[in-house]
């Protein structure tokens, strides 16, 4: 069965002080992997695709990794507007539907 | 370009009650898909419709259904409604179907609270 399991629940970070989100997989045949960020009472925000292992997306300050087994967001130098809950995805070969992770909750202190 | 709407954004019902939740896409976007969204269980797959044909279907019991309207908007219906049901309705929209594309447009969402 394909299974998404993100990691921290929560991270609380100062402003500048990088660090990286985890998205473990595990899929029969991974057609795809994404990222979403979602802010309170809003939907999720499209954020990359990666398809295959090595491949990485950049995008301001974030930046997404892919291996066989997991994948990373890596935020750099984070601002508080980075402040989000940031969701992870997969689609597998045997499955029509997204599979989501629970996200992990952002707080980027001034 | 408008982005996703969906109405209402609010609503607070009683048990036994029936909800209907509608969803404007993406101006060109056909496919849209349903979710439900609850702290503990994250994002579940209600359903998806393309060109008004119901695509796919999650785990949930048959009081929840669906239609989408040959202008690609979608309204979905739940009935005799349990405490259980309250969450937050999700209504999302891409051109060629989350089948094909893991890239979803998402509205707000519509907020229900079964009391």
């Known amino acids: 069965e394909d299974q998404v399991t993100q990691s921290p629940e929560a991270l609380r970070l100062q402003e500048g002080e990088s660090s990286s989100l985890n998205c473990s997989y595990t899929v029969s045949g991974l057609r795809g992997l994404f990222w979403y960020r979602q802010d309170p009472g809003k939907g999720p925000e499209f954020l990359f695709t990666l398809y295959s292992a090595g491949e990485e997306k950049e995008k301001e300050r974030l930046k997404a990794t892919l291996t066989k087994k997991e994948s990373f967001l890596h935020i750099t130098a984070p601002k508080p507007e980075d402040s989000a809950t940031y969701l992870c995805?997969?689609?597998?070969?045997?499955?029509?539907?997204?599979?989501w992770g629970l996200g992990t909750s952002l707080a980027v202190n001034p | 370009k408008a982005g996703v709407t969906q109405t209402p954004r609010y609503l607070i019902k009683t048990r036994g009650q029936q909800v209907t939740l509608s969803c404007s896409p993406i101006s060109g976007h056909r496919s849209v898909s349903w979710y439900q969204q609850t702290p503990g269980q994250g994002l579940q797959f209600l359903f998806e419709y393309f060109s008004e044909t119901q695509r796919n279907k999650g785990n949930f019991p048959g009081r929840f259904s669906g239609r989408q309207f040959s202008n690609s908007r979608s309204e979905m219906n739940v009935s005799t409604l349990e405490l259980g049901d309250s969450a937050l309705y999700l209504c999302a929209s891409s051109q060629t179907g989350s089948h094909l594309t893991g890239e979803l447009f998402f509205g707000e969402g519509s907020r229900l609270t079964v009391l």
């Open positions: 995805a997969l689609k597998g070969g045997n499955n029509r539907k997204l599979i």
